[in-house]
DNA sequence: ACTTGACTCTTACCTTACGTCATAGTGTAT
DNA sequence: ATACACTATGACGTAAGGTAAGAGTCAAGT
């Protein structure tokens, strides 16, 4: 007669030796007996309703549901068995939607992220756009300059040309009204409104909250910048001053 | 400025209010104030967090991994997706092969299973059937019978041709011997023989152990019934009788 | 006989993402 | 003033074990 110490069995079947404890415990698979120091012995008929348990933990059934199906024979077991099937299918039918959904976010952010540092600064000519960057970089430190630029970086073409489009339009209309009155309210809802936009696309990433301080600190920024100029009565890609600036007291804003 | 209500952020997110409590204990999602009873209140802003935390735990992720995801910006999030993107097929392929395997199990139990009554007592006429059943149903009660006969209705074809075979064997040997000492050693090795093969047929399915009571009990069963015969030299399919009787009494042995 | 090393026992706390009370305080409409 | 809805905190429970602590046991080598 073959005993088997649960170390052995654990061997055998392949599971752990919490495992064959925690089955005793809770009924599901007890040894043939004890040894007087409370030793568990199994033998081949626990060996085989082991083997019997680890099949339908394979078929991904609880304990509970195993010991119930392996105590009463026949009976529900196809019920059970049928049950099972359909909430596996379930499932996998949302693992499969899950993976498209993944798939699709991935290629989302594959495609449409991660700009070039050019692009970023793109209908500038290349001095300038240094010239800009050296500037926001000796106001607001290197690391708050790379750290909006690095989040611009990653926002999708769509989202960054939308950004764009928004700073732009503002940049013009906050150039034209600083010809009259930069304490207008006007222009205070003008830099409310990029404030938010930027929020926006700064996204809730950021779990610092700038408050109103920076809020007042971005009205100045807008204010005090000479170079909002229109040249032919269009607003010049100054957005990407615009931005840098704008992102750079952000980030630096947001660093604790 | 709105301000959300646990239970109304609960609703709008269509999460529980215990959820928010929790991801707000774990600094996930915390309230944009308090109100002087500690109240929680969230804005549009914890909204918006919130939605970003839902999408992520539908792909799956952990609440720390998504904690982790939204506090750094960029970086390692396509990263994190695509590795995430590889653990879920590994699962949904897990899933697939799972299914498979259940699906085969079903139609095996569903092709070879369930007897039909009759099956049960083929090639016995039918009032021969019902006076046996009748017998074994007044010796070991009703439910003992109908619980013997629903698990050798879900044996297998195969299994259940197996056990008459061996059955049909066992008879005859042991009429045959029973012409000559009943108490011989032969015997009880043939009724041990006989014991271990319902044993395995029973299964583990019956965690009562039946023990050396029954053990006994079965044999004088075998040896107490006179209608073991042979007619032309060939045991009849008596194996009905044999069995509905050894079944009941396994089945009434083994219903605590 | 003694020690070492490998096992084994029980007990109990940790994990995830909440659900489910229990108890107590708060806000508001009648 | 009272009823009713809402909220807060704290605690315990879930599934299937992992991990560890403290103590006892077994066989082998010295």
Redesign the pocket.
């Known amino acids: 007669m073959e005993r088997y ?4 069995l654990s061997r055998l079947a392949g599971v ?4 064959l ?2 089955y005793d415990q809770i009924g599901l698979l007890k040894p043939a007996i004890r ?6 012995l199994y033998g081949r008929e626990q060996l085989l309703r082991l083997q019997q348990i680890l099949l339908y ?1 394979e078929l991904d059934f ?3 549901e195993i010991g119930r199906i392996l105590d009463k024979p026949g009976f529900d077991k196809l019920k059970a068995l049928e049950q099972h099937k359909t909430a596996l299918e379930a499932r996998r039918n949302r693992l499969s939607t899950l993976l498209q959904t993944l798939d699709k976010t991935i290629s989302h952010v594959k495609n449409n992220t991660m700009l070039t540092p050019e692009e970023l600064y793109e209908g500038l000519p290349k001095e300038t756009a240094e010239a800009y960057r050296n500037e926001a970089s000796a106001k607001y430190g290197a690391d708050a300059l790379a750290t909006s630029e690095n989040y611009l970086r990653q926002l999708s073409k769509a989202d960054f040309a939308k950004l764009k489009e928004e700073s732009k339009e503002i940049a013009s209309t906050l150039f034209a009204m600083r010809q009259q009155n930069p304490e207008s309210e006007p222009v205070q809802k003008l830099i409310a409104r990029h404030y938010a936009i930027i929020r926006q696309f700064w996204g809730t990433a950021n779990s610092a909250d700038p408050q109103a301080e920076a809020y007042e600190g971005l009205g100045q920024l807008y204010v005090s910048d000479e170079r909002f100029t229109l040249v032919d009565g269009q607003a010049q890609p100054e957005y990407a001053l615009f931005m840098s600036k704008a992102m750079g007291y952000f980030a630096k804003n947001s660093l604790t």
């Open positions: 110490s649960v170390k052995q752990s030796v919490r495992t404890h925690l040894t007087e120091a409370r030793y568990r933990k609880s304990l509970h």
